[in-house]
């Protein structure tokens, strides 16, 4: 209780100067954030316009709806997810009219966890959340700075609150995503400076949530051990959103998705042995969802370069730049390994552990 009360400068002027006592959600004042008309990025009828009374109104002026679409366009599978944010993005706008007739409400608590294994969106749809929250008012630039412990604490006494307060500085008026946010705490260390980090942003959490939104992320079972050991931060977050991992058939469409954005395609053959890299892949140490697609992708766009840069007489077209060969997936490692539960890397006597590093 007697601990230093953290603001955050670069927070809104009118967050700070209303303030300035640390007490119960209850005692907190108007929000500024949600008072004000839409961001300028999104308002056509301009903030002289009467406020709005429908939801078209408020969809309309915040623009929202077009980043909701382009979640539900630009992200494969995600059906629970891509609810939850509509769910989210529902309560605010209703939020927005409910602060329109005076109804009073102290800003919402938006602190939200992402869990669930590595590559299965979390970053991405976090990106999307903070565009979300910029548009309906809730902060004011709607940037996301991307955060592990290393950037929040320090090696040495004294280190740790300046750099978690830099941190928090730069991500004032956007979202703080909090990547393995659980490694702030190491109970087995007893002068961990991780928890300094961690009560700094609960305070700011708490008195500065109309102006930055947390979001923890991170392996699920490590989430709930974090929680049960810090009710202070589990107590914060208003969203938990889990983020399931894709299936086979969501994998390859995410990959022809990949292809699509850069120009490529699968030619003849090429999808069916990439749905078999991925069969076998996903039984692989390491294996990380979307981004193991995106990181096999890259390596079939090496192998067609080195193809094609082999056949130095030959006038390549369009059809040969744009086309993933068959071969070009075939060649990969996978294949090479045995199937079923096996390791990618050559030369490991041991086959039944998981083994640092990529398969090719
Ligand atoms: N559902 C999806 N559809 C298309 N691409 C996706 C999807 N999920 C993730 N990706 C892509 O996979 C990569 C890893 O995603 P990311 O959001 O960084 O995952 P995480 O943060 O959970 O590790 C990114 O390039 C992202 O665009
Ligand atoms: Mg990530």
């Known amino acids: 209780m007697t601990a230093p009360l953290y603001r955050i400068p670069g927070a809104t002027p009118a967050a700070v100067a209303a303030a300035p006592r640390a007490n119960e959600a209850g005692g907190e004042p108007a929000p500024s954030g949600t008072s004000g008309t839409a961001p300028p990025s999104g308002a056509p009828e301009g903030g002289a316009a ?19 679409d382009e979640l539900d366009r630009e992200l494969v599978g995600l059906a629970p997810v ?25 800003s919402p608590s938006l602190h939200m966890s992402f869990t669930g294994n590595p590559g299965t969106g979390k970053t991405t749809v976090a990106m999307r959340m903070a565009q979300i929250l910029h548009r309906l008012g809730y902060v004011r630039k709607g940037h996301l700075v991307a955060v592990t412990r290393d950037d929040l604490v320090g090696q040495y006494i004294g280190h740790t609150a300046p750099k978690t307060r830099e941190v928090l500085k730069k991500a004032m008026g956007g979202v703080l995503f909090i990547d393995e946010a659980y490694y702030l705490y190491r109970p087995e260390n007893e002068r961990d400076y991780g928890q300094e980090a961690i009560e700094i942003l609960l305070q700011v959490m708490e008195n500065q949530r109309d102006d930055l939104v947390v979001i923890l992320a991170g392996y699920a079972d490590r989430m709930d051990t974090f929680f049960r050991s810090n009710p202070g931060m589990s107590s914060r977050i208003a969203h938990h959103l889990d983020f399931p991992d894709y299936t086979e058939d969501e994998l390859l469409a995410i990959a022809e998705r990949m292809l699509a954005r850069q120009n490529y395609r699968f030619g003849a053959g090429a999808r069916e042995a990439f749905a078999q890299y991925l069969a076998r892949r996903v039984t692989q140490p390491h ?14 766009r090496l192998r067609q370069a ?53 398969p090719l």
């Open 306 to 358: 080195s193809r094609l840069f082999a056949e130095r007489d030959r006038a390549l077209d369009l059809d040969d730049l744009c086309t993933i060969a068959e071969a070009d997936i075939r060649a990969s490692r996978v294949f090479a390994a045995p199937a079923a539960p096996t390791t990618a890397d050559a030369g490991s006597g041991d086959r039944s552990r998981p083994i640092a590093g990529r």
């Open 287 to 300: 294996f990380a969802n979307a981004r193991s697609v995106r990181n096999a992708l890259d390596r079939a």
């Open 50 to 68: 009467a406020p709005a009374r429908t939801v078209a109104e408020v969809l309309a002026s915040s623009q929202v709806e077009a980043v909701l």
């Open 82 to 106: 891509k609810q939850r944010i509509r769910d989210i993005a529902a309560l605010l706008v209703i939020d927005k009219l409910r602060l329109n007739l005076g109804l009073a409400a102290q």
